[in-house]
């Protein structure tokens, strides 16, 4: 690691730039996250800003730009589902991690997808997924952050795990053995 740290900007926070490049040494889990539009089509948006945050009550939690075109959509829907991808879901994640206004229906009749109870989209070949009703949303600077109360779940695959790391998607190695048992 350097071991010359860099230095705040003038309004005592680091600059964007370097910020985006510590997280980019951080390996995330990637989930399209969807939800409907007002007009009810089904919008989606890949992630790997999506966490638990609590068992009781069952929280999670995403963090949406706001500039982004699924912002308002997830805000005005209110309920909404993730999908933790598995490594043989790149395409997925690739498709929705393009912005466009409106997803063409072929964006999703190219996979597998189910409904979850309250009407949720999700994709049943990953790892797991939920469905939410928002709970809470709070503005931080250019994002939102949704807390999301659990209402449904849908069990996992067994697969590996879709992974972001160093601005690349990455599967987990085959010898990646866990090193103490869970």
Sequence with gaps: ???DPRPAGEDGAAPPVLLRDVMAHRAACVAAVTTRSGLGA?????????ASVSLDPPLVVVSVSR???FHDALLGHGVW??????A?????????????AQHRPDDFQRWETARMPGGSLVFPAG????????STTVRAGGSTVV???VTATLSGSGRDPLLYFRRAY?????????????
């Design 147 to 149: 807390l999301g109360l």
């Design 81 to 86: 589902a993730a999908t933790l991808l598995s």
């Design 127 to 134: 790892l797991a997924a939920v469905e939410c009703v928002t």
């Design 88 to 100: 043989e879901q790149q395409p997925v994640a690739a498709c929705f991690a393009r912005p466009r």
């Design 42 to 50: 089904d919008l989606a948006m890949t992630v790997s800003s999506f």
């Design 1 to 3: 690691m350097p071991t």
């Design 170 to 182: 990455r599967r987990m190695s085959a010898d990646a053995a866990p090193s103490v048992a869970a």
């Design 67 to 69: 500039t982004s075109l």
